[in-house]
């Protein structure tokens, strides 16, 4: 009841329909003036076509008091459409021919030209439901079967729409050889609808993974203001959006828009920065493109096409598509069509309308059916449909034909399951009365599963074939003539990796060798970063060098990697490598020069001591206490030679040694310099009368002094390696892009508490010598000592500030440089005055002259 009503109301909607009310109740009565099929023919079932054969239809304003008259196509006639329609008479005519498929059955057709019109569209649909005969239907009910049990069409998306949203609520299936919208797979809008050509949900994800295999990421874009071209390009934007590609510009255009649209749209192509353009367009639209492109003065263009066009062999003509891609319909042979189609006479053309302007197009003369233009020949009967090369005659690549070949017989099949049975060994027995309802065929046609002529025909839960398309380029061949060249698949059902293949070489637009370039930004090499310009699509960027210290080892990368934290960038910052480790070593000139003056100092020091050794009676060496004399010569070698344990790769035990080394050393030289300038003070004081200050401060006394000053820095020594000791690290804080290898102290304390041990010993040597300073010539050791102490004391107050701010392993040289200065100090201040007599001044270096001098100075 719910059908019936709804078929009721769109009947009225259409103008098909009126309700009359007469002595046996309600009634229905066809109105309008029915519009004739292009092609028909009775059979047992009888199978609908629409196909715009023509592209304009000619309106007439009603005025309501008459019948409406049927709508009267007109414009060129479209040959390859006019093929299409051909294809299923060929096809039906087959099929009645078969003892395999509906033996003893005959297939009717009812073919409509609907000129790409919707009003033609509706008005065909409602035909191909009610019939044409203007009866009146008595019952209350006005319901009868429908005339057609299934319709082929349209190859228009817009117009395929139309047909499934009339037939929809009768359950007349509906297959269509060429309308591709994604949209016409949702049933619960399109119930009824079924296609042999594929989704264009599935041509757009190929025509977006076709664009970025070669990289163009700055497209411009243009569609058919249609359902096809919209839904289309909208579905197309998303994939290509998910794929990473910008559009500069996205226009949508008619073939009835006005003069104006068209140049504009040809304006924003000709001025785009994008050398690539998607054309997602119907064939009648890209010819009115066309015109506008023709004669402006522009790049080449590398146009990648839509189904529609990108395979209709009357674009080929056109050399400013040349390189164009895109995907198309598998070419296809169907045995025996092509000598059909050209199976027509004037006889037999002219009891058709249709394929009597069909042949006076072609042959540019009358047959004397309809009245003859002005200077228009008349056709002789020598014309030979063979001998024409049009999209008519043209059966080298067979693509939608293909296609309306498969929704025939997937049609013819789906009613042989329902009024045929099938026996072992034997051909089918077909019941050719059996009463078939449009919603049968519905139920069985998406159950079809056959192979005709290799080509598999089955459908899935939405009505939609699986999906394969070819490559196609448009290539110039040597004579000048441009072909279409399949050079590559897409297969939906393939395993990954096996989808989208490239089999041959490219032709590109211009003739060019090489890849077209299309970006809004040049690509960004390994070591630089994609910034997005500020206001533009993600497409328009600056390279970006990596920060210091990151990396980018791809092309175009998003953002730049950190390396790790051994690790720094290389020139290119596209590889990450081993930051170099650096220490005060022995193979570079600065370690070179320390380890000489290291060496010098301590071969000075072993020198002088031989010096004293050798003059050890004469009175200059005996006056200053020999034993204490070597004692301090031999711990300025070790402060000398001290310093080269700062020098080399730090290790556990190097760093150790040289804090501790350094510490014992350096108090055991101040000890002994201590015990000098106590013995002059008191050597001074004992020569007074009475005094018996020596015997408390005789040698023992001096030799427990220095053991005991250096005992307390062992201990502060040994304290300090055993709660924290010095240890290698890597100082990574001053510079970023390298590592500076040194010796942590571990406990600051210990550290500083060595330091300031031989601070305070310094000092109080430094106050000593500073009170004997006026001590007789001979005694007055204490002014070189003071001298020597207030070098020390002044080389180890600079140091702090420079050990704290020199980076690296300038700490080191800084250290190593405080200690060989102060050793200098004390060697010069304390023996070369003494050398220089014993060895230039022997005359002085005796007992006499020193008493001599001492007598003086006392009195």
């Keep these: 009841m719910e059908a019936m009503w709804s078929t009721l109301v769109l009947a009225l909607m259409a103008g098909e329909l009126t309700l009359a009310k007469g002595g046996s109740g309600l009634g229905c009565t066809l109105q309008g003036t029915p519009r004739p099929a292009s092609f028909s023919e009775p059979g047992d079932f009888v199978i609908g076509g629409v196909f715009p054969i ?28 006019l093929r299409f329609a051909r294809t299923m008479v060929f096809a039906i005519k087959e099929i009645n021919n078969s003892s395999e498929l509906l033996p003893g059955v005959t297939l009717g057709y009812q073919i409509h030209d609907s000129c790409g019109s919707v009003p033609v569209v509706a008005k065909v649909a409602f035909q191909l439901a009610n019939g044409i005969e203007p009866v009146f239907f008595p019952n209350q009910s006005c319901s009868k079967s429908a005339t057609a049990h299934a319709v082929v069409g349209d190859s228009i998306s817009t117009s395929s729409i139309a047909i499934s949203r009339i037939l929809g609520p009768f359950g007349i299936p509906q297959v269509s050889h060429s309308a591709t919208c994604a949209c016409l797979s949702d049933k619960l809008q399109y119930p009824t609808f079924s296609r042999t050509i594929p989704s264009d949900y599935y041509q757009v994800a190929a025509l977006a993974k076709l664009v970025k295999h070669f990289g163009w990421t700055w497209i411009g874009a243009v569609r058919s203001d249609s359902d096809y071209g919209n839904n289309g390009m909208a579905a197309f934007l998303q994939a290509a959006q998910a794929e990473g590609i910008c559009v500069e510009y996205s226009e949508a255009f008619h073939r009835t828009n006005p003069r104006a649209k068209m140049r504009h749209v040809a304006e924003v192509i000709s001025r785009s920065t994008a050398r690539v353009v998607v054309a997602f367009v119907a064939t009648g639209e890209m010819l009115v493109l066309l015109s506008e492109l023709e004669g402006r003065l522009m790049a080449p263009l590398q146009w990648i096409g839509s189904e529609d066009w990108v395979t209709d062999r009357k674009m080929l003509q056109f050399h400013l598509f040349a390189g164009a891609i895109g995907f198309g319909i598998p070419r296809s042979v169907i045995p025996g069509l092509r000598d059909f189609l050209l199976d027509l006479g004037p006889a037999q053309v002219s009891h058709s309308p249709l394929l009597t302007e069909f042949w006076e197009s072609a042959f540019g003369c009358s047959l004397g059916v309809s009245q003859t233009a002005a200077g228009q020949k008349t056709c002789d009967g020598n014309q030979n449909l063979g001998d024409l090369k049009n999209p008519y005659t043209d059966t080298s690549q067979l693509r939608i034909s293909n296609m309306v070949y498969k929704a025939v017989y997937a049609i013819a099949h789906a009613i042989q399951s329902i009024i045929c049975t099938d026996k072992p060994n034997a051909p089918p027995h077909c019941n050719a009365s059996f009463r078939v309802e449009p919603q049968q065929v519905m139920e069985h046609l ?104 990151e990396i980018s080892n791809v092309t175009d990368s998003l953002e730049c990697i950190t390396c790790q934290v051994d690790y720094w960038t290389n020139t290119e910052k596209d590889e990450c490598v081993p930051k170099p480790v650096e220490f005060l070593s022995f193979h570079e000139v600065l370690g070179i020069i320390l380890a000489a003056c290291s060496v010098t100092g301590a071969c000075m020091a072993i020198t002088v001591a031989a010096v004293f050794y050798r003059h050890r009676d004469t009175p200059i060496v005996k006056a200053n206490n ?87 820095q062992v201990l502060i020594c040994v304290l300090w390696l055993t709660i924290s000791p010095p240890f290698p ?131």
């Design 54 to 81: 023509h592209y304009y239809v000619i309106t007439t304003e009603n005025n309501y008091t008459s019948r409406p008259k049927a709508p009267h196509c007109t414009g060129s006639l479209n040959f390859r459409e």
């Design 446 to 549: 998406r159950k079809v599963n056959f192979s005709r002529n290799g080509y598999k025909v089955s459908f899935d839960a939405n009505g939609d074939p699986v999906a394969i398309y070819e490559l196609v380029n448009w290539q110039v061949m040597r004579d000048g003539h441009m072909e279409f060249v399949t050079v590559g698949h897409y297969d939906a059902s393939a395993t990954d990796g096996q989808v989208f293949i490239i089999k041959k070489n490219i032709t590109w637009a211009g003739g060019q060798p090489q890849v077209p370039v299309s970006v809004c930004g040049e690509s960004c090499p390994p070591g630089t970063r994609k910034a997005v310009q500020r206001g533009r699509p993600v497409c328009c960027y600056d390279c970006v060098p990596c920060a210091e210290g």
């Design 626 to 712: 020999s034993e204490l004399i070597f004692l301090l010569v031999f711990s300025l070698k070790l402060c000398f030679l001290c310093s080269l344990t700062f020098i080399g790769r730090p290790s556990d035990w190097s760093c150790m040694l040289r804090h501790t080394a350094f510490g014992i050393t350096f108090v055991l030289c101040i000890s002994c310099v201590l015990g000098k300038t106590i013995v002059v003070l008191m050597a001074f004081r004992a020569t007074l009368p009475g005094s018996n200050v020596m015997k408390w401060f005789g040698p023992l006394q001096q030799r427990l002094s220095v053991l005991a000053f250096t005992l307390i």
């Design 729 to 859: 690290s890597k100082n990574m804080i001053h510079y970023k892009e390298k590592i500076i290898l040194e010796c942590d102290v571990g406990s600051t304390v210990g550290f500083w508490a060595v330091l300031g041990y031989i601070g305070l010993l310094s000092i109080l040597c430094f106050v000593l010598a500073f009170l004997g300073r006026k001590l007789p010539d001979n005694f007055n050791e204490a002014k070189f000592i003071t001298f020597s102490m207030l070098i020390f004391c002044a080389v180890w107050i600079t140091f702090i500030p420079a050990y704290v701010s020199s980076p690296g392993k300038f700490t080191v040289a800084v250290e190593i440089f405080a200690i060989l200065a102060s050793s200098f100090g004390l060697f010069v201040c304390i023996f070369v005055p003494k050398c220089f007599v014993i060895l230039f001044r022997p005359e002085q270096n005796t007992k006499k002259h020193m008493m001599g001098k001492m007598s003086s100075k006392s009195f």
